[in-house]
């Protein structure tokens, strides 16, 4: 008992307990995977799924016609003189970022045009001085998906996340989230 023991403390000791503990595991394996019935013997992990585009290919003909099949659906539209969404994104954006000695009013005047009804309820009791960026330090990164588009300012500590959607003929931030770096 003893020169086994002895014999397992070397290096080939240890090299032989951990080839039988692969093939356990190996072979314990195998038998889970193989006892499966509804798919080839080669599929052990499932089938293989292409990914999925999620950006349209704008030079692409074909694919998406952008025309809304369901009948009862209407795209909103901008008014006459309405803003773009890189427009109303960058000046919301600026305008949340945490200026010293701004009150909460004058902070959320700053915001009120550019926001929806539901975004400034949720913000009515933010503090101005929790905003965790006060610069903005690259281009905003803007995302279309149709009728939404999301906007994506880096700033100094992370990065700010504006969802915009057309309310009442302009462009208005729905959502605003902040991504820490």
Do not use: C
């Amino acid at each position: 008992m003893r020169t086994v023991l002895r014999l397992l403390g070397t290096r080939y000791g240890i090299a032989l307990v951990l080839v039988v503990i692969v093939l356990a595991v190996v072979g314990f394996g195998r038998t889970i995977f193989d006892s499966r019935t509804d798919g080839p013997p080669n599929d052990a992990l499932g089938p293989t799924v292409a990914p999925v585009e999620t950006t349209p290919d704008p030079f692409s003909s074909v694919g998406d016609d952008s025309v809304d099949d369901e009948p009862g659906s209407v795209a909103p539209s901008l008014s006459k003189d309405a803003p773009d969404a890189t427009t109303v994104a960058t000046r919301f954006a600026n305008a949340w970022l945490r200026k010293p000695g701004q009150s909460g009013d004058q902070w959320r005047a700053g915001l009120k045009p550019h926001a929806s009804a539901e975004l400034m309820t949720e913000l009515a009791e933010t503090d101005p001085n929790d905003v965790p960026a006060s610069a903005i330090t690259g281009p905003v990164a803007m995302e279309n998906f149709g009728q939404d588009v999301t906007a994506r300012f880096p700033a100094d500590g992370g990065t700010i996340v504006l969802e915009l959607q057309i309310v009442n003929g302009r462009w208005q931030v729905t959502g605003l989230d902040w991504e820490a770096a």
